[in-house]
């Protein structure tokens, strides 16, 4: 059986929420949109469990300045309490005097997702930068 279009929805609430955590330094709400054992995998940087995703996003702010998040053309399938997810992601950031929005970095989340008492979470979350990728050709 499909998702339903409440699961798709509390899905995109997921990903809504991830990134205002992480955007705004909530680091507890960041590390409760995994699972117990999650992992974020972000290539050179792979965090597994609560206790390093909270880590992770405590000393994030520290990095990037006015951080935003987008997350767009969702891609979401799945049956049951499973799911799988791909989006694209933009990370902005504050930067130069007077300040301006700049793409930070860009690239694919590719998730899998479990519902877990009634709440839709992360298992995985891999994140590719397009810088990463072969130029065509």
Excluded at 94 to 115: F, H, M, N
């Amino acid at each position: 059986m499909a998702l339903s279009m409440e699961d798709q929805l509390a899905i995109r609430q997921l990903v809504a929420r991830y990134n205002h955590a992480i955007d705004s330094g909530d680091a507890r709400a960041y590390a409760d949109t995994f699972t117990d054992d999650g992992v974020l995998d972000a290539g050179d940087l792979v965090l597994s469990g609560r206790d390093a995703l909270y880590a992770f996003a405590d000393s994030f702010s520290a990095t990037v300045w006015a951080p935003r998040h987008i997350a767009s053309n969702l891609v979401i399938q799945g049956d049951g309490d499973r799911a799988e997810l791909r989006a694209y992601v933009q990370l902005y950031g504050l930067d130069g005097a007077p300040p301006r929005q700049e793409v930070r970095a860009s690239g694919i989340y590719t998730d899998t997702l479990v519902k877990e008492d009634g709440c839709w979470r992360f298992v995985r979350r891999a994140f590719v930068n397009d810088a990463a990728a072969p130029p065509p050709g």
